[in-house]
């Protein structure tokens, strides 16, 4: 092993041996620490402050001796760590001694305090020897105390005696400033008095000497007070309720009033508040003065604006422009005079104006409960909604700014302005349904005038029907629509509803008119023109009614009419034009009773009579207008169907009808073969066996009818055979 090797090997042994040392003499400072811990008793965490020294030590002595560069430091590690420890014990030391100082003096100064205590418990004990000897001499002062007391009161009512035996004289003199207005003064001394009378029931409560007995005797001696508040405020509450007034004529006069109500508060406040318990509150207070005031002027507004109840209908609109210019004229009283005489804190015009817009719709309420017609409705709506709150009364230039109407809310609530315009639009349409009817009855009298109607600008006859009816519906929607769009919609579907049942009513005089006309022709002369009126009337209703609705519907409603309306409508008008054309048949009557037969073939007349009174009758309809006239043009079916009747007919070859009738039945599948049989016998020259084969045919090709086929001859009836004219047996013989 080399030198440097055995250097190497010897090294540890060198440096386990410092370590040892050093170590130690860590542990000793540590086991001295603990003796001086078991001697003057132990520290707090004395085992964790042991543990973490050993612990620190190890790892230092670790670091420093496992580094052989360190090796070379291990003297001067071992003197630091004898000067360290040198240190150490020294401030140990010092800390001792200076703990061991404390110590003393602490015993020292417990010593003095024991001495002082002891000195001040035998003074104490000599003090309540004195008290327990001198215990008879205080009970003996219990009665100097009361006459004290006694005396202190009556040198109280001495004091107060003067103004005790003055009571009775002073009341007739504020008694008499009362009637001499002189507000003020007069209630000087009512305060004086009412002071008197209150320090001395305070004085009894406090020394717990107020008896009934003693409280009777006080009231009866200042029975007047209780006469005399009462008497001002009688004279008060008349000064404020005349304070509109008195504003302009005597304002000193109101602000006295004002003056003893504030003066009033304030006693009201002082005895409140030294009232708390267990304090004394005299009778009749707190008097609460400014509310009354309020109330006395609520009263008063009430009384003088909202009692006049109108005797007659017509006069509500004028009751209601009455209460417009007085209530205007009020406000700007309190705005120009009655606030500079009024304090701030009254906020006058609020409250004034609150009590107006209060005191109105309770009166509105009122006028509610009446049995009213749509005009006042109306009125009452219309000044409701859009007056009052306008700047002809709440918003008028003269109440700007201090008036701010944006805070009132409305005067009636949603809920009965609903009602109320539900019941408008029930009124209403019981007017126009009496008033239409009326209408319809006189319209339906005219019909059977010997006059016929007047004609328009086109020449086309008409009557004053729709021009009434659309004249009254639009003044209806036109009022509607001054108080809300909500009322114009209601009222205009309900005018569609009574325009419905107009044209019902219209249908059923219709039925009516046709039925008289038949039974007595004489009496309707003018029956034709007056349906073609109708028919007029029905088409201008149609347009007056889109025109009068346009703006009134919702944009998917406001292009096509109502369906149960335009039903109702097209019902009327398809009446007038069925009766027309009933009556036209009519007329044809005795040409068509001679059809189907040889005569209509062979004779002119029959022909040229029908074409005259379908003439005539055309020319009246053209006095119906357009679209209507045109309903009286021939259909193409019917057009086709004589053509086709036509060829059968004037067949000349009667072989070949057989041919022809299957074409025109497969046509025409509804025809029956009695239709067939009074054709070929219309032509006259069709012999019985074509006769029976043309049916044979007809028999071997039976017809279904086609689906949607509209039919034609099975409405037509088939009228029975003449008869042969033939003799008796007798005279044929």
């Given at each position: 092993m080399g030198f440097c090797d055995q250097v190497w090997w010897h090294q540890p042994l060198a440096v386990a041996g410092n370590y040892h040392e050093i170590t130690g003499r860590r542990a000793f400072r540590v086991k001295r620490l603990a003796a001086f811990t078991r001697k003057y008793g132990e520290w707090p965490e004395v085992e964790k402050a042991e543990k973490?020294?050993?612990?620190?030590?190890?790892?230092?002595?670790?670091?420093?001796?496992?580094?052989?560069?360190?090796?070379?430091?291990?003297?001067?590690?071992?003197?630091?760590?004898?000067?360290?420890?040198?240190?150490?014990?020294?401030?140990?030391?010092?800390?001792?001694?200076?703990?061991?100082?404390?110590?003393?003096?602490?015993?020292?100064?417990?010593?003095?305090?024991?001495?002082?205590?002891?000195?001040?418990?035998?003074?104490?004990?000599?003090?309540?020897?004195?008290?327990?000897?001198?215990?008879?001499?205080?009970?003996?002062?219990?009665?100097?105390?009361?006459?004290?007391?006694?005396?202190?009161?009556?040198?109280s009512v001495a004091q107060a005696l003067p103004r005790l035996f003055s009571v009775h004289e002073l009341l007739p003199e504020i008694f008499d400033l009362l009637q001499h207005q002189h507000l003020l003064e007069a209630h000087t001394g009512l305060m004086d008095l009412e002071s008197l009378r209150d320090d001395i029931l305070a004085q009894l409560h406090h020394h717990n000497l107020l008896s009934s007995s003693?409280?009777?005797?006080?009231?009866?001696?200042?029975?007047?007070?209780?006469?005399?508040?009462?008497?001002?405020?009688?004279?008060?509450?008349?000064?404020?309720?005349?304070?509109?007034?008195?504003?302009?004529?005597?304002?000193?006069?109101?602000?006295?009033?004002?003056?003893?109500?504030?003066?009033?508060?304030?006693?009201?406040?002082?005895?409140?508040?030294?009232?708390?318990?267990?304090?004394?509150?005299?009778?009749?207070?707190?008097?609460?003065?400014?509310?009354?005031?309020?109330?006395?002027?609520?009263?008063?507004?009430?009384?003088?604006?909202?009692?006049?109840?109108?005797?007659?209908?017509?006069?509500?609109?004028?009751?209601?422009?009455?209460?417009?210019?007085?209530?205007?004229?009020?406000?700007?009283?309190?705005?120009?005079?009655?606030?500079?005489?009024?304090?701030?804190?009254?906020?006058?015009?609020?409250?004034?104006?609150?009590?107006?817009?209060?005191?109105?719709?309770?009166?509105?309420?009122?006028?509610?409960?009446?049995?009213?017609?749509?005009?006042?409705?109306?009125?009452?709506?219309?000044?409701?909604?859009?007056?009052?709150?306008?700047?002809?009364?709440?918003?008028?230039?003269?109440?700007?700014?201090?008036?701010?109407?944006?805070?009132?809310?409305?005067?009636?609530?949603?809920?009965?302005?609903?009602?109320?315009?539900?019941?408008?639009?029930?009124?209403?349409?019981?007017?126009?349904?009496?008033?239409?009817?009326?209408?319809?009855?006189?319209?339906?009298?005219?019909?059977?005038?010997?006059?016929?109607?007047?004609?328009?600008?086109?020449?086309?006859?008409?009557?004053?029907?729709?021009?009434?009816?659309?004249?009254?519906?639009?003044?209806?929607?036109?009022?509607?629509?001054?108080?809300?769009?909500?009322?114009?919609?209601?009222?205009?579907?309900?005018?569609?509803?009574?325009?419905?049942?107009?044209?019902?009513?219209?249908?059923?005089?219709?039925?009516?008119?046709?039925?008289?006309?038949?039974?007595?022709?004489?009496a309707s002369t003018c029956y034709t023109p007056y349906l073609l009126a109708t028919l007029n009337n029905c088409l201008t209703l149609s347009t007056s009614i889109s025109a009068l609705y346009v703006n009134d519907m919702s944009p998917s409603e406001s292009s096509k009419m109502p369906l149960a309306l335009n039903a109702a409508l097209e019902k009327a008008q398809k009446k007038a034009g069925r009766l027309l054309l009933e009556e036209m048949l009519a007329d044809l009557q005795p040409s068509f009773a001679q059809l189907p037969s040889r005569r209509w073939l062979s004779e002119s007349q029959l022909m040229t009579g029908v074409c005259e009174v379908t003439v005539k009758h055309v020319r009246s309809f053209c006095k119906a207008h357009k679209p209507i006239s045109k309903g009286l043009a021939e259909n193409e079916q019917t057009l086709k169907v004589i053509d086709d009747l036509q060829e059968l007919i004037s067949l000349k070859d009667p072989s070949m009808l057989s041919l022809e009738v299957l074409g025109f039945v497969t046509k025409y599948p509804d025809i029956s073969d009695d239709h067939i049989s009074m054709l070929l016998e219309l032509r006259g020259d069709v012999s019985k066996e074509i006769r029976n084969s043309v049916l044979e045919i007809m028999e071997q090709n039976p017809q279904v009818l086609p689906e949607n086929y509209e039919l034609v001859f099975s409405n037509i009836l088939v009228p029975a055979p003449e008869l042969p004219f033939c003799l008796g047996k007798s005279k044929c013989a």
């Amino acid at each position: 092993m080399g030198f440097c090797d055995q250097v190497w090997w010897h090294q540890p042994l060198a440096v386990a041996g410092n370590y040892h040392e050093i170590t130690g003499r860590r542990a000793f400072r540590v086991k001295r620490l603990a003796a001086f811990t078991r001697k003057y008793g132990e520290w707090p965490e004395v085992e964790k402050a042991e543990k973490l020294a050993r612990g620190a030590a190890l790892k230092w002595a670790s670091g420093v001796f496992y580094q052989t560069h360190k090796l070379e430091s291990l003297g001067y590690y071992r003197i630091r760590e004898i000067q360290r420890n040198s240190s150490i014990q020294s401030r140990i030391k010092s800390t001792v001694q200076s703990y061991l100082e404390g110590v003393s003096m602490g015993l020292e100064q417990l010593h003095s305090a024991m001495a002082d205590v002891q000195y001040v418990h035998q003074a104490l004990g000599s003090v309540c020897q004195e008290l327990a000897s001198n215990a008879n001499s205080f009970q003996n002062l219990q009665s100097l105390r009361e006459v004290a007391v006694e005396y202190a009161q009556l040198g109280s009512v001495a004091q107060a005696l003067p103004r005790l035996f003055s009571v009775h004289e002073l009341l007739p003199e504020i008694f008499d400033l009362l009637q001499h207005q002189h507000l003020l003064e007069a209630h000087t001394g009512l305060m004086d008095l009412e002071s008197l009378r209150d320090d001395i029931l305070a004085q009894l409560h406090h020394h717990n000497l107020l008896s009934s007995s003693h409280l009777a005797s006080i009231e009866s001696y200042f029975g007047g007070l209780p006469r005399l508040n009462s008497a001002l405020a009688q004279h008060l509450w008349h000064v404020v309720a005349s304070g509109m007034r008195l504003v302009s004529e005597d304002p000193p006069l109101f602000v006295s009033a004002l003056r003893i109500i504030e003066r009033e508060e304030s006693i009201d406040a002082a005895l409140l508040l030294r009232a708390q318990p267990p304090g004394f509150l005299p009778s009749g207070r707190p008097k609460c003065w400014r509310k009354k005031f309020f109330q006395v002027i609520q009263d008063t507004i009430v009384a003088a604006r909202f009692q006049a109840v109108p005797n007659l209908v017509q006069h509500l609109p004028r009751h209601l422009a009455s209460l417009q210019s007085s209530i205007l004229a009020d406000l700007c009283v309190v705005k120009d005079l009655m606030a500079q005489c009024c304090p701030p804190h009254y906020n006058i015009i609020s409250a004034f104006v609150a009590m107006y817009h209060q005191g109105l719709t309770n009166h509105l309420h009122h006028i509610l409960t009446w049995d009213l017609d749509k005009q006042e409705i109306f009125a009452l709506l219309h000044w409701t909604i859009h007056v009052y709150p306008s700047p002809e009364v709440m918003t008028h230039p003269s109440l700007l700014p201090e008036v701010d109407a944006s805070t009132l809310g409305p005067l009636l609530p949603t809920d009965t302005v609903d009602h109320l315009e539900e019941t408008y639009v029930g009124k209403v349409q019981a007017n126009i349904a009496q008033w239409m009817q009326k209408t319809l009855e006189i319209e339906f009298k005219e019909w059977f005038s010997d006059k016929e109607p007047e004609v328009d600008s086109q020449g086309c006859f008409q009557t004053s029907l729709p021009i009434i009816v659309m004249k009254m519906l639009d003044e209806n929607i036109r009022a509607a629509s001054l108080i809300s769009d909500t009322l114009r919609q209601k009222v205009c579907s309900m005018t569609l509803r009574e325009l419905e049942a107009v044209l019902g009513s219209l249908y059923d005089k219709l039925v009516e008119f046709s039925n008289e006309h038949q039974q007595e022709p004489a009496a309707s002369t003018c029956y034709t023109p007056y349906l073609l009126a109708t028919l007029n009337n029905c088409l201008t209703l149609s347009t007056s009614i889109s025109a009068l609705y346009v703006n009134d519907m919702s944009p998917s409603e406001s292009s096509k009419m109502p369906l149960a309306l335009n039903a109702a409508l097209e019902k009327a008008q398809k009446k007038a034009g069925r009766l027309l054309l009933e009556e036209m048949l009519a007329d044809l009557q005795p040409s068509f009773a001679q059809l189907p037969s040889r005569r209509w073939l062979s004779e002119s007349q029959l022909m040229t009579g029908v074409c005259e009174v379908t003439v005539k009758h055309v020319r009246s309809f053209c006095k119906a207008h357009k679209p209507i006239s045109k309903g009286l043009a021939e259909n193409e079916q019917t057009l086709k169907v004589i053509d086709d009747l036509q060829e059968l007919i004037s067949l000349k070859d009667p072989s070949m009808l057989s041919l022809e009738v299957l074409g025109f039945v497969t046509k025409y599948p509804d025809i029956s073969d009695d239709h067939i049989s009074m054709l070929l016998e219309l032509r006259g020259d069709v012999s019985k066996e074509i006769r029976n084969s043309v049916l044979e045919i007809m028999e071997q090709n039976p017809q279904v009818l086609p689906e949607n086929y509209e039919l034609v001859f099975s409405n037509i009836l088939v009228p029975a055979p003449e008869l042969p004219f033939c003799l008796g047996k007798s005279k044929c013989a």
